[in-house]
């Protein structure tokens, strides 16, 4: 295990193996826990931010920030991102202006994150759910 810098945990990673692009294998961390549901890429009136992906992963990014704030945590709090695509050709074609979104929003936090191809969301404009766990050290 090492340290993560400005980072809540500590990375657990396998000497030898390949190092993963954007998110690191594992995370040890202990302390107070925020569960964030699923955030689409939506305001707070409930209308989408964009047709694109890129737009929708930024309204999302700005809507976990948001709430991670009023749990008195930030993004270097995040210890797991999971994200639901319905369009990986979309995600691939848009990787830039999602990077993009994820250092000014996110910043240089690269928590363990598992990307999945959804067939679909519930809501038919929605291209991206982001959901996420953070911890707070208490110690």
Not at 59 to 69: K, R, S, Y
Not at 73 to 85: C, D, K, V
Request: glycine fraction near 10%; aromatic fraction near 6%.
């Amino acid at each position: 295990m090492s340290s993560a810098p400005g980072m809540a945990g500590r990375v657990i990673d396998s000497p030898g193996w390949v190092r993963p692009m954007g998110h690191v294998e594992g995370m040890v961390a202990s302390g107070r826990h925020i569960f964030l549901a699923g955030q689409l890429g939506w305001d707070s009136q409930g209308h989408f931010a964009s047709p694109s992906l890129s737009g929708q992963v930024r309204q999302a990014l700005h809507n976990i920030v948001a709430l991670l704030a009023r749990a008195g945590a930030e993004p270097r709090h995040i210890t797991r991102m999971t994200w639901y695509l319905t369009d990986p050709a979309a995600w691939h074609a848009q990787l830039g202006a999602i990077a993009q979104a994820y250092n000014e929003l996110i910043g240089h936090a690269f928590p363990p994150m598992t990307t999945l191809a959804v067939a679909g969301l519930l809501h038919d404009e929605a291209l991206v759910a982001i959901d996420v766990t953070a911890v707070v050290d208490v110690h």
